[in-house]
């Protein structure tokens, strides 16, 4: 790593994926924020919204996006709303900036899932396809020298995690497919949704887009489908669960004829060998748990064969704001500007 930190500018940053980006950048030794931009809190200190920050930015305080394009840097995080990211973007490559969004913006290849999911076309389509698919433990060598990066959504994250190595392995069918999954309220950013408030949330577990609704749908599709080397669909229900952050992931796909625990075992093994953010728990034994990945980046997974129904269950937690979003922002940065991968990423889960 060179003694000179790069520099990065954040748009977006007074949300919960911004904000999580402040905090695992604050102790990144190879990256150091030189702007943090929000157009309704431009002028604010970041530590009047982040008292935890302070140490880290007592003194810099919050511009606007134009402003921080103005000002421009080495690598620039789009922690924007759908659909504001594409708008920027080419202004911040433009600057020269190695470019990494967490929107949706440019997530999908094809052009005629944006209006079909998102409810507009998309206003850079020659663009879909130019920029890496940010999931390091399947797109490590796309994402190596990018200036464009695509981080993935937080439930295609966990569903692909656990999923994509059975599918191109040929252990599970990629026909059936069932993604059952739970995220915390943060998932949902700091709008405020009747349905994320403390008085709806609290004591309360609901699905919600159900019937392949939800816009991760055709991520996940996207994805098994590369893996799968032919269409690929799926049913995906989301539930909202009444904690603040975490993803638990459990699929449901049919096994192969021969395939068991050990097989399966053995496809994880060989598909996460030497990933630094991959646990692979011990099949049958123990099992995905979100407060076990809470707060950092890493993620568990674990498979089992139930021969009695002929079907594969595969499980995967993850933080949905660090792994989820903005850990994995990190590591694909520190992957594309050749850093050591897990730079600013050695983080370990509260106590209990």
Known sequence: MTSTKRTVGVLGASGYAGGELLRLLARHPGLQV????GDRQ??????DRYPGLRAAYGDLSFCSLDEGLDKGADVVFLALPHGSAAAVAPRALAGGATVVDLSADFRLRDPADYPA???SPHPLPEQLGAWSYGLPELHRNELLGARRVAVPG????????ALAPLVAAGL??????????????SGAGRSLLDDNLFVQANENVTPYQVGGRHRHTPEIEQELALAAGRP???TFTPHLVPATRGILATCYATLAESAGDDDLAACYAAAYA????VDLLPPGQAWPATRAVA???RAQVAAVADHRTGRAVAAAAIDNLVKGAAGQAVQCANIALGLPETAGLDLVPPGP
């Open 42 to 47: 431009r002028g604010q200190p970041l530590a």
């Open 232 to 234: 690929v669909a799926v």
């Open 295 to 297: 707060t950092t980046n």
């Open 117 to 119: 999911w998102y409810g």
């Open 154 to 161: 937080c439930y295609p994250t966990a569903a692909l995690l």
């Open 274 to 277: 030497g990933e630094p953010f």
């Open 172 to 185: 599970v069918a990629a026909d059936g497919i069932v993604v059952d999954a739970k995220s915390g309220l």
């Open 34 to 37: 030189a702007w943090a931009a």
